[in-house]
């Protein structure tokens, strides 16, 4: 170890390890490991930094995360761990690369520990399938912690995983980072590699999809950030110092859809705690805003899932034929089906009539057209996160209209940060949405750090 270093990596590991040991029968988040490979590329770290080959310099520039473990979902391909979807047909099935996130975290010296659970295919607001049963909420076990990205957030909040490799479609990072208090960022479209995310090949022209990091302090999201983009490091500006005192902030109370729960008390006054703070911040009024549009959130997300480069039913059969849900069902209904009730309301509502193109179309560009006016390259969105805290498990099939306000963002396209805001009086956490404009992705981390630095971000779900 040499005199500036404080901690070796194989020390790192092995304190991460331990704690995955120690909470992961709890909350059940971490299904597939190479603890033993971990243990062995953290080795291999400490002596590349005691071997003096790379000045501390060349170090920062060319392995950023040289010993820095980290986490990702089993939906993302890692070489040599279970790669099953949350599909009962792959249940032994491994990938033989990882995805090409996953490369550049490994060249940037990052040592993966393992992968974490998923709803199958991603495919639903919380963490269950058939093949390794529900994830927990560690603030209460008794509460969903979303998803598609449940694993990850269940165990970073936990402090098992200091980061966290995650995509997003329809809320996939924020929805369990809210729910599991921790930050989630959703970078602008088409900037992060996909390839090897759910068997998606990385040349898909038209998607929602982006993958994005996890962490519990706002000052990583920017350093992973950097790494997960590559060569698209020079379409943002993660580096321009941002002086909030000059940037615009703007706020919603609520998307307006009459079909969505009412926001409570709790993700109200969390709302206004960042509104009353940038107020005073800035020295002017915070505008309150309404985009009619907004109210469409779920309908257009319905409409633009039907572009995504998948058909549901061929990939719950694992692309050898396609799965009925009428089939299904009775099976369900006697504990037969391979497959999760919320599969089987997908593929019913795949069947209904869909969204009209043209009126889904327009409604998304003048819903675009109108938040970018406002934002302009300077200007910040507040908004919020959920109508409530972390919910019941399985109460998400009685709100599906909720999820809107994750899902509108993805089919905008835009950067969005989840940043927490303490917690309710039931010892759930809040929190609140930031957004800004096409490829300012650094003013949603910028505000994220300010947040963290008033209210505290992250709050341990454990005594400390």
């Known amino acids: 170890m040499s005199e500036d270093q404080h901690i070796s990596a194989v020390e790192v ?5 331990e704690r995955i040991k120690q909470v992961n029968p709890l909350i059940n988040a971490v299904v597939c490991d190479r603890f033993e490979l971990a243990l062995k590329e953290a080795v291999e770290a400490d002596e590349l930094i005691g071997s003096g080959k790379l000045t501390k310099e060349q170090l920062q ?17 890692a070489k040599g761990l279970l790669h099953t979807l949350g599909l009962v047909s792959r249940r032994n099935t491994k990938a033989t690369e990882d995805a090409d996130a996953v490369v550049l975290m490994k060249e940037a010296g990052a040592i993966l520990l393992g992968t974490t659970n998923i709803p199958e295919l991603n495919m639903w607001c919380e963490t269950r399938n058939n093949v390794f049963g529900q994830t927990l909420n560690p603030y209460n076990t008794t509460r ?20 966290g490799l995650a995509s997003d479609i329809g809320g996939s990072i924020r929805m369990p980072a809210f729910y599991c208090g921790i930050f989630g960022h959703k970078p602008t479209s088409g900037l992060t590699p996909m390839k090897g995310f759910t068997r998606r090949t990385g040349k898909e022209e038209q998607t929602m999809v982006t993958a994005g990091p996890m962490c519990r302090y706002a000052q990583d999201l920017a350093p992973f950030l950097k790494v997960m ?3 698209n490091i020079s379409k943002l500006n993660l580096d321009k110092q941002v002086n909030l005192e000059d940037v615009s902030f703007y706020y919603m109370e609520s998307s307006g859809d009459p079909r969505a729960s009412s926001i409570n008390q709790a993700m109200q006054q969390a709302l206004f705690k960042a509104v009353s703070h940038f107020r005073e911040l800035s020295g002017h009024p915070i505008q309150k805003v309404t985009f009619s549009e907004m109210k469409y959130s779920f309908r257009l997300w319905r409409y633009w899932m039907t572009k995504e480069p998948m058909v549901f039913a061929e990939e719950l059969a694992n692309r050898e034929g396609c799965v009925s849900p009428f089939q299904e069902l009775p099976k369900l209904l006697v504990g037969q089906s391979d497959f999760t009730l919320a599969s089987l309301l997908r593929l019913f509502n795949d069947m209904l009539p869909s969204e009209k193109a043209p009126w889904a179309e327009k409604t998304t560009e003048t819903l675009l057209a109108k938040i970018v006016a406002k934002l302009g390259d300077n200007g910040v969105l507040l908004y919020p996160s ?10 998400s099939f009685l709100r599906p209209y909720n999820f809107g306000y994750w899902a509108v963002f993805n089919v905008l396209h835009l950067p969005v940060t989840q940043v927490p805001m303490g917690i309710d009086r039931d010892g759930l956490p809040v929190g609140i949405q930031v957004v800004a404009g096409p490829y300012q992705d650094h003013l949603c981390l910028a505000v994220a750090k300010e947040l963290q630095k008033t209210f505290g971000g992250w709050v341990p779900p454990f005594p400390v």
């Open 13 to 17: 590991v092995e304190g991460f390890v």
């Open 61 to 77: 520039q060319q392995k950023p995360f040289l010993g820095i473990p980290f986490t990702t979902k089993d939906s993302t391909a």
């Open 144 to 163: 969903t912690v979303g998803g598609s990205s449940g694993g990850e957030a269940s165990i970073i909040a936990a402090n098992g995983s200091p980061l």
């Open 229 to 231: 983009i590559g060569n």
């Open 386 to 395: 959920h109508p409530t805290p972390a919910s019941y498990h399985y109460s």
